[in-house]
Structure formats: C-alpha cells, structure tokens
C-alpha cells in the first residue's frame, strides 16, 4: 500500500494517538456489578466487543433454538425462508456454471455483493464461478449442526470488512466452550417419492475452559438428496409446455428417431420414417417433429460429508490459542440427456446411397409434400440414444485452517491469526460428443459410406462409441490471510461515557487456476462451452472504528477502511452512524457508509465459451410469425476477461425505527438506499441483439449463420442469417440504484395456563430497483418483474404450550409482470401480463418429551401449490426463486443431548 494511503488511514482513524494520552481516575474505570455479569460479544458490523443490544446498524440474529425450530437440514434451507434474502443458486440449477453449489444474496443485488464469514472470517471463493464470472461461497460447506447463531448484517460494511460486503454481511459463528455430545438425524421426502432428503450429524464438546483450560469441538455432517424427475410431478409431467402454458415445447423433437431438414430449400423439417413418439408442428419452427415426453431428471444427486474441530488452549487469564479445521468433500451427479449432435451440422447429399433419404418425402405442415433433391445441404437433429446419458460427476474438496492467539494486551482485547482455505473441483462429464468424429461419421452415414446412419433405429457400439469422450475440468480458489486487531471498550471517557476504539491490519492472497478440458477449448465437445481463468492477487488493508457516546442517550460509530489490491490500487472507505434512545421503548438509528466490490478475478482473467440462453433474435422472429417463448435462441457465447477493471463503487444509506413499548411487543421498520455505480457487466446478449443495427460496433458482436434466400423468399422482410455467436466483454459500465424497506413486528399474547400464541410479521418492500448495464445508459426501473418482485412477506402465527410449539408460516412473494428485463425487447402478446402472487404455507411441531431430547416434524408446501410457470422468450420455465417442484414436502428431525 503507498504511504499516502496508509498516513491518511492512520491519521483518520485515530491510531497515532496512544492509549495513555487519555488518562481516567479509578472512578471511570469503575464498573458496575450488572455490567460485570454481562458478557461482551463483538457483533457483526464492528469490530468492537460491547453489551449485546441493539446499536447503530441493524442486524438479524438466528440463534440456535430458532434453527432448530425452522426444520432446516441445510443452511440453504434456513435462510431461503428470510424475505430479505433471495437464493441465487440452489444447487439444483441443471443450467448453471456452477452445478451442485448454492448462494444467496440480499437487496437482490447478485451472490458476489454479498459477504460471507464463517466466525468473523473470510472463507474461499467456490472454484466454479456462477455465470463464469461471479465468484462465491459455497454454502453447503457450512455445518449447520455446530452453528451456535447466524448474524445479517443489511448494510454496507465495506468500512468494517472490505469488498464484497454492499448489499450486506451474513456471519455464521460456531458453538463455543461446549460441552457434551449431541446427535440429529433428519429425513426428509416428498409424497411422489423423489427428491428424499436424509441427514445426520454429531457434535461433541470435551474440556471447560474455565475448569480444564481447554476445549475441543467436533462435528461431523453427513447429507444426502435424490434427484427429482420429471414423470413423478404433475408440473413437469407433460412436457408439452406451449400447450399448457403458451411457453416453449420442452418435448424431445430429437429422439427415436428425430428429424432431418432440407436447408437449402427451406422446406419445413420432417421426422425420420419410424417415429415412436408423437409426430406433431413444432410452434417454434414449423418443422414437423417426432416429439418424446421423455423422463427428465430435474434437480441433481448430491452427497456430502463434512468435518469440523475448534481446539481452545487457555494460556493464562484471558490469553489462549485456537486451532480450526473444516473438511468437506461432496459429490454431484446430474444426467442431461442422451448424447446429440452438433444442431447446427449441415452435410451434403450428392452421391448418396443411403436408402433412408428415398423414405424422407412426406407430408408438410400445410399438407404438402416435401422432398429432398440431391446435393442438397441436409441438416440432421438426432440424439445418440445409443449410449448412456450424457452426465456430469462434480467433486468437491475444500479445507480450512485458521490458527491464532486471543487475549488482552493491557486494557486492550486483542486477536492475531493466520488462515487457509482452499476450494478443489472437478467435473467430468462423461459421454460426451466429440464434434469432428460425430460430424465425420454422421457425414459418412448420409452418403451410405458407413458411420452413423441417422435412419436406422440402433446403431452398433463399434460406430457409437469412437463418437464419444470424457471431458474433465479443474479449478482450485485459495484464500491465504494474515490478521491482528485490537479493541477497548474504553479509549477514554466522554461526557462521563465511554468511548470504544478498534484498530486492525490484515494481509491476504487469493488465487484462482480454473483449467477446462482441451477439447472444449478447441470447441470440440458438442453443445459445451469452457471457461479457463488464472489469476492471484495480494491484498493489504488497515481500519479503525470508535464508538463515541455523543451523549448519554446517543452513540456514533465511527469507522475507516483503507485496501490495497496489487490490481487495481486503493479503495478508501468510510463510515458514520447514529443509535439515538430517547427512552428505552425507542430506539432511533441511521447510517451513512461507502462500499466497494473488487473484480472478481474471473472477471479479470477469464475466457469464456459457453451458449447465451434464451436470446430473443426479433429481427428473424417477426418475420417468420414466431412469438413470446418459440422466438428464443441459445447462441454460442465468446466472453473475455478484462485485466483494466477498477472496482465497483456504492454509497449506502439507511435511517430506522425500533419500539419496545412492551416486553411481549416489538417493531421495527429500515429504510435503505444503495447507489451503486462503476459496476461490471459482461454485455447483456439481449441487449446487445436488440442494438444490433442501432448502436455502432455491436453489429460486429453478433454472428450469423449465411442468409438462406429461399427462406427469405417466402418471408418478406426476413433480411438476416440465423443468430449464431455473441461476444461480450466485461466493462466497468453499469449502475444499480435500489431502495427498499425491512419491517419485523412480534407481539407475543400470553394465555396463562394455556399457553402463549407467539404473532411474526417480516416484510421486505423494495421502493425501486433501478440499473443500467451498457456505457452511458441512464438506470431504468427492473422493479415488478421476474427477477424483481415488490416484496416477499412472511408470516408466522405459533402456538407454545409447556415445550411444545406448533406453528404456520405463510411466505409470500408479489405479483409482477410476466417480463424478465424491460430493457429486452417484448412480444406484445405478453407485454402486460403478469405472473401471480405466490403463496406457500409450512407447518411445524416441535416437542422436548425429555430433557435431552427434541423432535421436530414439520410439511413445507403443507397444500401443495402448484408452481408458477413464466413463458418470457428470455425465461421460459417454472419460476424457481418462488417455489419448489417437490410440491408438499415432509420432514422429521430429532435431536438427542447425551449429557
């Protein structure tokens, strides 16, 4: 870090003042017997050990009882509950970069704005990054059975932590000092049988630290999820999706045996003679297919096992060293269907002795013939059922070490350790098409020459199997850090009041080596993309943070943070905020902070093939009479990593309300604002088709196939090639300016000897959510749609009886329009239609029938509410954010203290 940064940091934090400047008589000092008997804890959001209550910035505690009543086998599961918390990655995602794997975020602002620790601590990033850019945490790496509490920080806290954290913190801290062992299994399924859930762990805590001076904590997790397919679920059952819904046709128009196309004339496509399936019009192209509602395996097959120990040594007083070891590993298997060639081979038929072309005339859509004259280009849509599904096996391994000292330093709390976490993946991808041996062979079966005849039901192995390979691809994301950090609750008195001053310096490495297979660098695997990225980082910070009673009844926090990247240089940011207690019913807060994200190093470094989902080419669609889900294209998408990003910058806000005027009531409402600015976008490929002809240089981004003239004939005003490439780059372009509202009532009504029914209203209302992602746009409003609902809501009503509870929770998310971007260009016919509101109830019963044992049994989804299903050309499914394809899902867990 320059020595200006580091002057300037000191010099503003305070640290060039020692602590006996501020001299206080013993009565200062003195401290009160009720003080004595609560413990400071240091809350997310400052670095200063304090009484636990309520402060200047706003965070949601989850404490251990409430884990255990929410049903929750995963972390996943516990926070996608939370209205201010949105799951970007479920581990259920078949299409995403990053199978197996699950994030969330919150302000809806994307996984990678969000921090997450694990006891105050960074963890490393998932070695796959979400959408080849977006670097996260894996949070199936967190043991949920030795978590003593989880902390959500809503605010900035780049002052306090550094990048990542805009949108907010969630902390995940471990039991602490215990004792004991502990057991809980948990089952899980759903009523069609699939989709079964079943988890086991155990904790054990030996040695007090007060008593024996030590202490070790152990836990070992063990989880296990069956896929979900889709002939088990009436949603999923019926694949034909534009009949239902006016979506796209999800039926297989390729298998058993599929269908050829003459290109060169533009007649319709026909299915090849021996179809076992149903011969029907694909709406999206006019071709007459073969279609299969083929069985589908939606979610993948998951297992996992973890390993965790905390070793705490007393030293002397308050002095002692601590050791953490986290082990997981976990396994992922997902099927995406029989192996198929490359959609876009087009081979010729001069010289042809095949006799399946003689077969192929048959009737058209509109009922006439087609035919197929010699030398035509003839293109073949077939998928090689021959051989097992195409599969992905996805292997895990982190670890985590941290070692380091605690204790006191004078009057001063003090920390220093050391940490290394590091996350290994691989996924191999098992039948896999070679595209030059699978187009070679197909070539030779068109023109009778031997290879794969697409007109004969079963192929021989000896032709299948040269057509396929097994691809493998590695990363590894490691994080190194280095830290100390002093705190004292009393730097020196103010206004008879004390004041609280936090100081630390860190030092961290991070890297990435992500190494895909070299056949699908050289694009050689059939409808695959590679993503390779390698690249590393040091990082330098300094901070400090006070906490300035002003007056008896109000207190400032006080913080700043200084970063030095050896990238892109510095980022400075500051922080204030305000807790006013006028009385002790009321408590009045706000803040005013910076933050920052720094490029991910994919970001920076990365190249990129994959295929841009779902891009809506209305150049070609209006044309051809193509609308809403059929005009949808998955063009291969080039995208490169950009080692001149700077980092993102925001401005975060938030001004709040807390009353208490009762023990048994309590409301809260926060008002929040983020602007961000300077973010990072890979060019939108919606946008940039949109803007093909209208904004300079984006015509060279897009790739087409040649104009087909026949084709053009019969569709006047068709002037364009079938959409085939997209290349976007990463840009430092974007703005994301959001506001919202967080609102939590409780009210608890005691019925005396019958109980206490326990009332929870948790509200998370977004005032606006607007962005731009392209050079010099203005930010336009993505509220009220798909991905930017209005408000999500939860409500729970429970019902405690001794140690017994019963209780319902109705979770709510908004109605919006039935449209993913209003930036994208809309069909009309969809424009203002909206997606309903939805609804999902859970039940839960949770009993102690002795001291030692809990059980807990409960049904998500207890009436069974049918999915949401969207036919956006850009998003054309169910709308996973909303609900689960399980349906009705029950659950029991049980929980044993051997004590």
């Known amino acids: 870090m320059k020595k200006t940064l580091l002057a300037s940091t000191i010099a503003a934090i305070g640290l060039i003042h020692l602590p006996s400047a501020y001299a206080a008589d013993a009565k200062d000092d003195a401290v009160s017997e009720s003080e004595k008997k609560l413990e400071r804890v240091t809350i997310t959001g400052s670095n200063i050990s304090r009484i636990n209550r309520e402060g200047p910035t706003a965070v949601e505690t989850i404490k251990r009882a409430e884990i255990e009543k929410s049903g929750a086998s995963t972390v996943l599961e516990l926070l996608s509950k ?11 995602d078949n299409l995403s970069f990053a199978i197996g794997a699950s ?78 062992i502990e057991a809980s299994a948990n089952l899980g399924s759903n009523e069609h049988g699939d989709g079964s859930t079943a988890n086991a762990s155990i904790t054990a805590g ?42 796209g046709d999800a039926r297989n128009p390729d298998l058993y045996l599929g269908s050829v196309r003459d290109f060169t004339s533009g007649e319709p496509g026909v299915p090849i003679p021996g179809c076992r399936g149903t011969v029907g019009v694909s709406p999206g192209t006019g071709d007459l297919d073969c279609f299969t509602n083929q069985n589908v395996q939606l979610t993948p097959r998951i297992e996992r096992i973890g390993i965790s120990g905390i070793f705490t040594q007393r030293l002397s007083g308050q002095n002692e060293l601590f050791a953490e070891v986290g082990l997981n590993h976990s396994e992922v298997d997902f099927e995406s269907g029989f192996p198929r060639f490359d959609t876009a081979f087009i081979g010729k038929t001069a010289g042809s002795t095949n006799p399946g072309l003689n077969n192929l005339p048959g009737p058209s859509a509109d009922g006439s ?16 059922y021959e051989a097992a599904p195409t599969s992905d096996h996805i292997t895990s391994d982190s670890l985590r070490l941290v070692g380091g000292w605690r204790g006191t330093l004078g009057n001063w709390d003090s920390e220093a350790a050391a940490t290394y976490n590091r996350s290994r993946l691989t996924d191999r991808t098992t039948d896999a098409v070679l595209k030059d041996a699978s187009s070679a062979s197909l070539q030779r079966g068109l023109l009778g020459q031997g290879g794969y005849d697409p007109f004969v039901f079963q192929n021989p192995a000896s032709v299948v199997d040269p057509l396929l390979t097994t691809a493998r691809r590695e990363s590894i994301s490691q994080l190194e850090t280095a830290d100390w950090k002093m705190s004292t609750p009393k730097l020196f008195s103010l206004f008879s009041e004390s004041v609280g001053f936090a100081w630390g310096a860190q030092a961290s490495h991070e890297s990435i080596d992500d190494r895909p297979d070299p056949q699908m660098v050289a694009g050689n695997i059939t409808n695959s993309g590679a993503t390779a990225s390698r690249a590393s980082r040091s990082v330098y910070s300094l901070y400090g943070e006070f906490n300035v009673p002003i007056m008896k009844q109000i ?10 990247y050896s990238d892109f240089g510095n980022s400075v940011n500051p922080k204030i905020a305000l807790a ?91 008002w929040y604002g983020i602007w961000q600015r300077n973010t990072i976008q890979a060019l939108d490929p919606q946008y940039l088709v949109d803007h093909e002809d209208s904004i300079p240089g984006y015509a060279a981004l897009v790739g087409r196939d040649p104009r087909n003239s026949a084709l053009e004939a019969k569709h006047p005003g068709l002037t364009k090639g079938r959409i085939s490439t997209v ?51 203005t930010p336009v409003s993505r509220l009220d749609t798909l991905n930017h609902p209005r408000w999500s809501n939860s409500f729970r009503v429970g019902y405690e009886y001794g140690v017994h509870e019963l209780a319902f929770t109705a979770r709510t998310q908004a109605s919006t329009l039935n449209i993913d971007d209003p930036t994208h260009a809309q069909d009309p016919a969809i424009t203002n239609a909206r997606i309903p509101s939805f609804t999902v109830w859970d039940m839960n019963f949770n009993t102690r029938p002795s001291k030692n044992l809990t059980l807990n049994f409960g049904v998500n989804n207890l009436f069974d509410k049918a999915p949401i299903y969207a036919n956006t050309a850009y998003l054309d499914d169910f709308v996973q954010s909303r609900n689960d394809l399980t349906g009705r899902f029950i659950y029991a867990n049980m929980r044993y203290q051997f004590k």
């Open 82 to 92: 939370l209205p201010s918390v949105s799951t970007v990655l479920s581990g259920n």
């Open 103 to 180: 994030s969330v975020s919150l302000r809806g602002l994307g996984s990678k704005y969000t921090l997450i620790l694990l006891n105050g601590r960074r963890l490393a990033n998932y070695g796959f990054a979400d959408g080849a850019e977006n670097s996260f945490v894996d949070l199936n790496n967190l043991p949920l059975a030795a978590l003593e509490s989880v902390e959500i920080l809503r605010d900035g806290a780049s002052a306090i932590y550094g990048s990542d954290a805009v949108a907010g913190v969630i902390n995940f801290k471990t039991k602490k000092n215990y004792q004991g």
């Open 206 to 247: 030996f040695g007090d630290l007060d008593k024996d001076g030590h202490n070790l904590l152990l836990s070992v997790d063990v989880f296990h999820r069956d896929p979900l397919w889709s002939d088990k679920h009436d949603a999923t059952r019926d694949r034909d999706f534009f009949t239902r819904f006016r979506g």
């Open 369 to 384: 013939s087609v035919g197929f004259t010699p030398g035509d280009k003839l293109q073949v849509f077939r998928r090689i």
């Open 555 to 564: 207190e400032m926090q006080l913080a700043l943070r200084g970063d030095h």
């Open 580 to 670: 006013w207690r006028p009385s002790k019913e009321v408590l009045v807060r706000g803040s005013a902070t910076t933050s920052f994200k720094a490029p991910t190093l994919p970001e920076i470094s990365s190249t990129t093939t994959g295929y841009a989902n779902r891009v809506a080419d209305y150049a070609r669609c209006g044309p051809l009479g193509y609308v809403g889900a059929n005009c949808s294209y998955s063009p291969r998408q080039f995208s490169v990593g950009n080692p001149k990003l700077e980092a993102e910058k925001a401005n975060n806000y938030s001004f709040g309300l807390v009353l208490q005027p009762t023990k048994e009531l309590s409301a809260s409402i926060d």
């Open 727 to 777: 290349t976007t780059p990463y840009m430092n372009v974007g703005k994301t300016n959001t506001q919202g509202l967080d609102i939590d009532l409780k009210y608890g009504l005691p019925l005396g000897s019958w109980g206490k029914l326990t009332f929870r209203e948790v509200n998370n209302y977004t005032l606006s959510f607007n962005q731009s992602i392209t050079p010099g746009a």
